[in-house]
């Protein structure tokens, strides 16, 4: 099956019993069994739950992984997965990963003596040689946010082959649309499913998938064992979405790559970070490892108070945390999805407080335009 029909015919389709197209909703908690101990598959919706594994069993197969797991958002999945290592235990992360999975590591999981390096991953170099002798697990975003930096997912699977590392990839930017990090050689995917798989600003969730029964079984256990599980509203939410995820993909990037082209001549724009763009120095790798660039941009206006003139005016981009969805959103970085990550680590980074981050929707592309325009005047 080609992406754009599973999306469609992948995973669980319909309900056999009544001949629905569409998986119902079990609104259940508990199931009937029928002898003490025997049950038809379910037994307690955090355990299970066939909406829900309606949804699992499509993620799994959009991302050519062995199974899924719905989490009510994307930090309880980043969380969930933590649950996988242990006191000691140290992951390299990507160093300009979304600000909460930045704030878990650095003010809730080292509670737990669990460790962490944020190290730049885009240099495959400086990964290598940040590996300790109690290194776990390199964790990947790619294309970051919101500086949109690409890492080599393929060098990323050498070096965690070699060092005996579970390669972990927040894939929430890219999509399973674009990118599937399990066949470059990845063992676990995370997703903030409330951003592109909804993509419809509707339902806060997230989305595991894992490449091998062990690592099934571990993160099953987990997700019954801690129970941070997605509903099963949420779940066919997430159902639907996929169904029209293609459409939206293709249409948010078309629109993307005129934004981006319009933005990088523009006299105000101090900087433009978008992969789509050949000197965006990640380009050539986001070529190679994705077959599309996604509907993020970032650019720099030089200030805070150029940033605020701009989101003043903007029309057609709801300023709004999150991202991914059919409407443009803006956000300001610095002030809002980041504001968590101190401001000289923000600025060390790249994070300056000009920077406005764009997540392009599917409205018509010379309205966005002509919206900008008047903006940066
Ligand atoms: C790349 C990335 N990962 C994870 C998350 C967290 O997801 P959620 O907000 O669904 O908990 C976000 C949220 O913005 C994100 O952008």
């Given at each position: 099956m080609r992406k754009k029909t599973k999306m469609i015919h992948g995973g669980i389709t319909g309900?056999?019993?009544?001949?629905?197209v569409s998986v119902p909703?079990?609104?259940?908690?508990t199931y009937q069994q029928d002898e003490i101990g025997k049950h038809r598959g379910y037994e307690y919706s955090r355990t299970g739950n066939p909406t829900r594994h309606a949804l699992e069993t499509v993620i799994a197969d959009l991302e050519n992984g062995v199974s899924g797991f719905a989490f009510g958002s994307g930090m309880a999945a980043i969380t969930s997965v933590m649950m996988l290592f242990q006191a000691e235990d140290h992951i390299l992360m990507t160093?300009?990963?979304?600000g909460g999975s930045y704030r878990v590591m650095t003010n809730v999981l080292n509670r737990f003596h669990l460790e962490h390096t944020f190290i730049d991953t885009s240099d495959p170099e400086l990964v290598e040689a940040a590996i300790q002798d109690n290194t776990k697990a390199l964790y990947i975003e790619t294309p970051t946010n919101p500086l949109l930096k690409v890492s080599d997912l393929k060098k990323m699977a050498e070096i965690a082959s070699k060092y005996n590392l579970l390669l972990i990839v927040d894939n929430t930017f890219a999509t399973p649309y674009w990118q599937l990090p399990l066949d470059l050689g990845a063992d676990i995917v995370i997703h903030s499913a409330t951003k592109y798989i909804g993509g419809h600003s509707d339902v806060v969730a997230g989305l595991v998938v894992v490449n091998s029964d062990e690592l099934a079984k571990r993160t099953h256990y987990i997700q019954n064992s801690v129970g941070a599980v997605l509903g099963p509203q949420d779940s066919w939410l997430l159902l639907r979405g996929i169904k029209t995820m293609a459409l939206r993909m293709e249409a948010i990037e078309a629109n993307t790559n005129k934004l981006a082209a319009y933005l990088q001549g523009h006299s105000q724009v101090v900087a433009i970070y978008y992969p789509?763009?050949?000197?965006?120095?990640g380009h050539a790798i986001a070529k190679k490892q994705a077959s599309g660039f996604g509907g993020m941009i970032s650019f720099d206006v030089g200030s805070r108070e150029k940033a605020e003139q701009v989101i003043e005016r903007i029309k057609f981009f709801t300023l709004a945390e999150s991202l991914g969805a059919v409407e443009s959103l803006v956000s300001v970085p610095a002030q809002m999805t980041h504001a968590s990550i101190p401001r000289e680590r923000r600025l060390e980074l790249g994070i300056s407080d000009g920077l406005i981050r764009l997540s392009v929707g599917i409205e018509d592309a010379n309205d966005l335009l002509e919206d900008i325009e008047e903006a940066l005047q």
């Open positions: 309900d056999e019993r009544t001949g629905a909703i079990y609104q259940v908690s160093d300009d990963v979304y789509g763009l050949p000197n965006h120095p």
